[in-house]
């Protein structure tokens, strides 16, 4: 289970990708299928996902994708491009797979600023292989033979083991890391897996 907070935070999320879905329409953008299920198969289960929507130009069409970000975050953004720091490469991957697709135009908003950054995501064939291959590491394992986590805690500035950021607004977390306490670090949650030293 999500917390409530965390749940709050994907609603905004929400909230933010239909006004910007609705005002690319009013601006003649070709994009519609929001929240359209797209599925692909692993080793013959079923993997699904919701995509913020498709995106046509004149040429091509293009998976959308839509996240609203800190200032902080958006700054990354603009300096870096988009990251897998969160996740959102390889999940836009699954997405243009699973569409046959094989690029995604990846819309970033800075909460604050109300500023819009635009970037274009090829798919990676590297990519994908990489993250079929650990699906199917994952379907295959057994009770008695879990694989390794995928993220590993990090050591915060106070010297406490604390869970990374995808770990955090994963909803196994507690099933994962059955030892993580749930602290408020100013105004944010985070979880620490020992004592403080
Ligand atoms: S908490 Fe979730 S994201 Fe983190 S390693 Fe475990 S399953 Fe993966």
Not at 17 to 27: F, G, I, S
Not at 98 to 110: C, G, M, N, S
Not at 118 to 129: G, H, S, T
Request: glycine share 8%.
């Amino acid at each position: 289970m999500l917390a409530p907070r965390a749940k709050l935070n994907f609603l905004i999320g929400d909230a933010v990708e239909l006004v910007v879905m609705a005002t690319a329409k009013l601006a003649g953008c070709g994009i519609g299928r929001s929240q359209d299920r797209v599925e692909l198969q692993i080793d013959g289960v079923t993997v699904s996902g919701y995509i913020d929507g498709l995106f046509s130009d004149v040429e091509d069409l293009y998976v959308a994708e839509f996240k609203k970000m800190s200032p902080f975050a958006f700054k990354r953004v603009e300096a870096q491009g988009i990251t897998d720091e969160w996740g959102y490469v390889s999940q836009v991957h699954a997405y243009m797979r699973a569409l046959e697709l094989d690029r995604t135009i990846f819309v970033v908003l800075d909460g604050q600023s109300g500023s819009l950054n635009e970037r274009v995501i090829q798919f990676d064939p590297a990519i994908w292989n990489a993250m079929e291959a650990r699906g199917r590491m994952i379907l295959r394992s057994r009770a008695d033979s879990l694989p390794s986590r995928a993220f590993e805690p990090q050591v915060a500035k106070n010297g406490k083991m604390e869970l990374e950021l995808r770990c955090r607004y994963c909803q196994y977390k507690h099933l994962c890391w059955p030892k993580a306490q749930e602290v408020m670090k100013g105004n944010r949650p985070v979880w620490y897996i020992e004592e403080e030293k």
